[in-house]
């Protein structure tokens, strides 16, 4: 599945124990946490400086995560 969006950083699990800052991919579908497949989930540098950048990606959506195997800065 191919989608596009804005990148961005928010505040995941609100007032749950796995509150935490995540990544995720703002579509005109919904926003999804982004996920890299092997990379860590709570730390991911190279997702990290998609952060305000708007891109097309490539890959697959688990309930919420859209776990990512190749994008394009557009």
Known sequence: MT???RVIRKTF???SKSEHEAIY???DRGEYVLRRRGA???SDPVLQDL???TISATGTIKEY???VDK???I
């Open 3 to 5: 989608l596009s969006g």
């Open 13 to 15: 699990g609100k007032g």
């Open 25 to 27: 991919l703002e579509t």
């Open 40 to 42: 860590n989930p709570f």
């Open 51 to 53: 952060v305000g950048k």
């Open 65 to 67: 995560v859209f776990f």
């Open 71 to 73: 994008w394009q800065v």
